[in-house]
């Protein structure tokens, strides 16, 4: 009986999950202005970067390709609390349980934050050309890093939200939490550009990171409860 | 409306709760023993160290104290997150804040000690600090100072009480989760010129002289009891400016 119970819960929160995923996807679709405004942002952040810096070395382009990131994901998951007005925030309260509502921001963040990554990464071959040595390997490092991005700001965004000032907070609060990774992952990427690494030390860092973005979910998971109650 | 007296012999009225008890006693023989022994007692003499190696005993105590602080710190945020009394707030930016000076003070022993030892003296100082900024350790230290100096930031803009308290326990926890984790992580992705690049610096038993560690440990918890009595009297601050607020 008990093991049906829990079972039902479970099965009630992934439920629950999807359809709050779902609703953000729709709320997207509808409000196609804020989608925009994160494609205009990138494009023109890019373009900024294409003229003043007019033919950039390997080492420039990938520092200024995570700054780049960086700023993108600020600037998109940012508005996943704050586009929230209280009054709805209120609403969900009373008809989810946190930890669905927290899940289901990471994993919208996340999509979000893997196209923001590809949309980056083809504006940055097109305008600033292809410096990489396996493009296809810092592909796949330059989404890991846009998901570990995000979800770190996800929390920060659900913390900052409560406070006054929360875009400019968001940044004050995250970028000393999120230098260490963005360090790893300039220091990861660099083997896309052909440096050579001893055996095994890329396949650790990969690894460091994965377990980096489970120890952001497992936290998320535990203290968002205690943020979410007014 | 919650007690905030929680703390126990807090009452001014009673002369007792300021009697000096045998921890703050300790904490000022230990001093007085780490500054007056630190100073006089033999040393191993190293030939690029010389003399400033007695800076061991201020600098690396430093660092120790404010990780023990900030680790009382966000024990007291875990507290106030489990049973939500002011008290348990109140200690923990108190403990914050504590930890934070001893870091800036670890920034300023260091400084003089990198000055002797690393500066290039054929160099203006400010292209020496350009290279010794990317310390390993000291990028460590630059973000656990970021991160508080964050905390407080955030502590500052909001304004309802319990939910200052609430907010700024989760970004503790969070932060400190988060940042120490990583400060033994990224001495091993750099190169340093930093004592202790092989595991973690201190805590390895062959890193000092026998010698020196006569006077270190003793001044390890010296000074980490020094940090503990600051931010007990800023607690019993914060409490009577609480009971007046609270009174009006």
């Known amino acids: ?230 | 409306m919650e007690r905030l007296d929680e703390e126990p012999n807090f009452d001014p009225s009673n002369k007792g709760y300021m009697r000096l008890t045998w921890w703050k006693l300790l904490t000022i023989d230990l001093l007085l023993y780490a500054v007056i022994g630190g100073l006089l007692m033999p040393v191993p003499a190293l030939s690029q160290l010389g003399e400033t190696i007695r800076n061991l005993y201020f600098h690396v105590c430093m660092w120790f104290a404010m990780m023990i602080l900030f680790t009382i710190s966000i024990i007291h945020s875990i507290k106030y997150l489990n049973n939500k009394s002011v008290i348990h707030d109140i200690k923990a930016s108190a403990y914050a804040a504590v930890g934070s000076y001893m870091g800036i003070l670890g920034y300023l022993t260091g400084a003089i000690w990198a000055s002797y030892t690393w500066a290039d003296p054929n160099n203006p100082a400010y292209a020496s600090l350009g290279s010794i900024m990317r310390e390993p350790k000291l990028i460590g230290a630059a973000l656990a100072l970021l991160v508080y100096g964050a905390y407080f930031i955030l502590r500052s803009s909001i304004t309802d009480i319990d939910q200052k308290a609430r907010v700024s326990a989760v970004y503790n926890v969070f932060a400190y989760a988060m940042l120490f984790p990583t400060i033994w992580i990224i001495p091993r992705l750099l190169p340093s010129l930093h004592p202790g690049q092989e595991g973690n610096p201190a805590l390895n038993f062959n890193d000092i002289d026998a010698r020196m560690r006569l006077v270190f440990y003793p001044a390890v918890i010296g000074w980490t009891l020094l940090g503990c009595w600051i931010a007990q009297l800023n607690v019993r601050l914060e409490l009577i400016k609480e009971k007046k607020i609270s009174n009006v």
């Open chain 1, 1 to 230: 009986m008990q093991g049906l119970f829990s079972f039902i819960v479970k099965v009630n929160t992934a439920h629950q999950i999807l359809a709050l995923l779902k609703k953000d996807l729709l709320l997207e679709r509808r409000q196609q202005h804020t989608l925009y405004g994160i494609l205009l942002y990138i494009a023109s952040t890019v373009f900024v970067i294409y003229l003043t810096l007019e033919d950039p070395d390997a080492a420039t382009w990938n520092a200024i390709f995570w700054i780049t990131q960086l700023f993108i994901c600020i600037n998109a998951v940012a508005k996943s609390f704050l586009q929230e007005a209280k009054g709805r925030m209120l609403y969900f309260y009373t008809i989810t349980s946190p930890v669905a509502f927290i899940l289901s921001k990471l994993m919208y963040n996340l999509v979000l934050m893997t196209i923001m990554s590809i949309i980056n990464l083809m504006l940055y071959t097109a305008m600033l050309g292809n410096p990489t040595a396996a493009y296809w390997s810092f592909a796949a490092i330059g989404i890991l890093g846009g998901c570990g991005l995000g979800l770190i700001f996800t929390m920060l965004a659900a913390i900052a939200s409560k406070a006054l000032q929360q875009a400019s907070l968001m940044a004050i609060l995250g970028f000393p939490l999120i230098l260490p990774q963005l360090m790893m992952l300039v220091r990861l990427s660099k083997s896309a550009f052909g440096e050579i690494f001893n055996n095994g030390i890329p396949f650790q860092m990969i690894l460091l990171l994965l377990a980096f973005d489970a120890l952001i979910i497992i936290l998320s998971v535990i203290l968002f409860p205690f943020l979410w109650k007014d």
